[in-house]
T-cell receptor, first 114, second 114 residues
């Protein structure tokens, strides 16, 4: 089965630094998502992206966060100035246009902010 | 989206059927029931979905009660690799809709043992 690929698998950064988390969605998918999971807590929706624009975002996704699809294959999440509370596992997901029920998730990037 | 209630944990012997219940008593007529699972620290994985009819695929069966207020996910022959957190999610958008976020609860931790 095709996979969503996320890099890096682990990222350690200092508080206040910018980080970019990278994702390669499945090639024929058109909808893209970022979710995050703080250790021991629920999986939380951050943002959805379609047709080169954000279609929905949560309260977590404030001005420090941005997403981009810089080319035909990559989908990135940027955190401009990281905080300690941004430490979490970040999951990218994608889906086909006509399969709204089936999101394919990547294996995640564990972000640690020190 | 309607709220769901699941038991926090369940055990199952390997080779036996695992029956995971979900209560969604406030579900409305246009809301679908989705099941995802999350194997330790990995991204969530789609299992199955349904509206009102029972559904079966290669992974599981979904039984929805006639009043749609509850459902049961059945893994017919559980293996050790089925140990995971199972999430029951109720959402308005159907499979072909433009629906976006999935709202994950705390799910049921299923432990499959020898």
């Amino acid at each position: 089965e095709p996979e969503v690929t996320q890099t890096p698998s682990h990222q350690v950064t200092q508080m206040g630094q910018e980080v970019i988390l990278r994702c390669v969605p499945i090639s024929n998918h058109l909808y893209f998502y970022w979710y995050r999971q703080i250790l021991g807590q629920k999986v939380e929706f951050l943002v959805s992206f379609y047709n080169n624009e954000i279609s929905e975002k949560s309260e977590i996704f404030d001005d420090q966060f941005s997403v981009e699809r810089p080319d035909g294959s990559n989908f990135t999440l940027k955190i401009r100035s990281t905080k300690l509370e941004d430490s979490a596992m970040y999951f990218c997901a994608s889906r086909q246009r006509d399969r709204a029920e089936k999101l394919f998730f990547g294996s995640g990037t564990q972000l640690s902010v020190l | 989206d309607a709220k769901t209630t699941q038991p926090p944990s369940m055990d199952c012997a390997e080779g036996r059927a695992a029956n995971l219940p979900c209560n969604h008593s406030t579900i409305s007529g246009n809301e679908y029931v989705y099941w995802y699972r999350q194997i330790h620290s990995q991204g969530p994985q789609y299992i199955i979905h349904g509206l009102k009819n029972n559904e079966t695929n290669e992974m599981a069966s979904l039984i929805i009660t006639e009043d749609r207020k509850s459902s049961t996910l059945i893994l017919p022959h559980a293996t050790l690799r089925d140990t995971a957190v199972y999430y029951c999610i109720v959402r308005v958008e159907g499979p072909t809709g433009g629906g976006n976020k999935l709202t994950f609860g705390t799910g049921t931790q299923l432990k499959v043992e020898l």
